[in-house]
């Protein structure tokens, strides 16, 4: 049955039926035919297609390569698929684009070769397959991370249970020789000890939370949310004299606020600690687009460290500077850095000795989602 037959009516019911987009046009490119599927996905009524150029579907950046495409495939007629290994993209009358497969099968009719262009479109798919990319990719971070997690854990546990093993015997001794001394000692040991276990097992707790609690993304003012956040902190900012200046617009972000405050707050709460001696901190947050980016810098004015810590400092459990000084476990990067890669942001710290470091949380726009009022 040649093309020039379409007006019978079983055929043209089979046509107009099909739940993809058929279009018919000719070597020269025009639309010859296109059936209801085509006029709801592309949201042009028949009569504002047939006769214009196959180009009108095309994203305009892509137009000249299709023409030398079409007069290839005139050329060398088969019935294929077209764009075998390439994302194909079509424009919508409305000018947003999406993704399509599109099969070609060329048939000979009365006036001349044209093409039958079956179109399907794979938003949906394409939206699944790079869901379940993504999601593949953060289990393979987690794994990574739990990985180094337990290793790092199990070897920082055992520095509390090591002393409480050995002191417990000189406790025996002491009770056995009603040394009062060696008793209060052996007894203050393991009780800190005992402590510091349980602040790294709650710690382990919560980072395995941050890693592997549900998600509840939802629309947030990120200004709103940073001032929440900051606002927690409000008696150690009063304590530490530390001024704090927050310069972010309100342009809402996707994000799970529990997770997005925790961030925030453990960033703010490292530089409240690792502050000078003889100097009030002072930390500004900032908010700015850069390119295709919503970047968050947090500038502290603190004791910094050497650029080459940049990436170890987000490693759990991993402290530089002693437990002393400073006290903690080197939990709260890790959780931040395990919250950014989460929601698919990109975490990022430097830093110099005595000058302090900016830690960055870069969010791409397609998650801010707007500006308020």
Known sequence: MSFDSIGEDQFRLAVESAPAAMIVSGADGLIQFVNAETEHMF???SDELVGKSIDILVPARLRATHSSLRQSFFARPSKRPMGVGRD?????RDGSEFAVEIGLTPIESESGPIVLATVLDITARREAENALSQRAAELERANERLAQFAYVASHDLQEPLRKIAAFSDILEQAISSANQTDMVYANSVMRSSALRARELVDDLLTYSRAINDA???????????????VDDLSETIAETGARLHIDAPHVTIRADRSQFARLAHNIVS??????????????????????REIVIAFADNGIGFESKYDRVVFEPFKRLHSKGKYPGTGIGLAICKSIADRHGWRLSVTSQPGQGSTFYVAIPLDQAMGSGQ
């Open 43 to 45: 949201g042009y009524r």
């Open 215 to 229: 998600q509840h993304l939802q629309e947030l003012d990120l200004r709103e949310e940073i001032e929440l956040a």
């Open 88 to 92: 194909l993209k079509a424009t919508r």
């Open 270 to 291: 490292n530089a409240l600690k690792y502050r000078k001696p003889d100097h009030a901190p002072e930390i500004v947050i900032r908010a700015t687009q850069n390119g």
